[in-house]
């Protein structure tokens, strides 16, 4: 029988965290370049891995939400989900990921809209 070891785990998910990272990175290039510039790769490497952790705190882990959820930090500030009313309030309540993240996204829009 077919057995994957421990450490062959640990290096497929390091593998894959760093390929989500460098494809947020391309991402904040096409639609932040000015925080790309200001902080420079590293610098948003470092807001990446901050902003996995912020989301899967609220159960937000697949890839694509939790690339828009770096997209609110990047707009709202690092810790919108803990200074923004309007974010504390959605992310309070037990909902699956798709639909927290459509509202958080659809409030965002509102907000900036005002």
């Known amino acids: 029988m077919f057995k994957v070891r421990r450490e062959q785990m ?4 390091t593998a894959a965290r760093r390929d989500f990272e460098d494809r947020v990175v391309e991402h904040v290039g096409r639609c932040f370049p000015d ?15 901050f902003g996995i952790q912020r ?7 697949a890839e694509r939400y939790v ?12 810790e919108f989900d803990t ?9 309070a309540v037990q909902l ?14 509102a907000e900036v809209s005002e």
């Open 55 to 61: 989301a899967a705190g609220y159960g937000i882990v």
């Open 10 to 13: 640990d290096a497929y998910r």
């Open 35 to 49: 925080r790309l510039a200001t902080m420079g790769e590293g610098g948003v490497r470092e807001l990446i891995r």
């Open 83 to 91: 200074e923004q009313g309007w974010a504390m309030e959605i992310l």
């Open 67 to 78: 690339c828009k959820f770096i997209d609110l930090m990047l707009v709202f500030g690092l």
């Open 96 to 109: 699956p990921q798709f639909r927290k993240m459509r509202q958080l996204f659809d409030r965002a829009l």
